[in-house]
């Protein structure tokens, strides 16, 4: 099984999202939980069934969305 900081550095890399347990790439995505710095995203992978949660943060942001110029 990947470690968490393992899985995190294949995620990320990759970019693509791997089971922990079996290192595969069918996995589906479940619900999904938003704040407003976190994104929390249950995935069961489709070959060996195992469920797992992942967390997401937000580490930046760009200029140019769609309030840009808006002093609101």
Do not use: H
């Not at 099984?1 to 290192?23: A, Q, Y």
């Not at 589906?28 to 797992?52: D, I, K, L, S």
């Amino acid at each position: 099984m990947l470690s968490s900081d393992e899985w995190k550095k294949r995620t990320v890399e990759g970019g693509v999202v791997l089971c922990p347990s079996c290192d595969s790439q069918n996995v589906t995505m479940g619900a999904c939980a938003v704040g407003a710095y976190t994104n929390y995203q249950e995935y069961v992978c489709e070959n060996c069934g195992y469920e797992f949660l992942a967390m997401f943060c937000l580490v930046a942001c760009v200029p140019g969305g769609i309030n840009e110029g808006n002093d609101a």
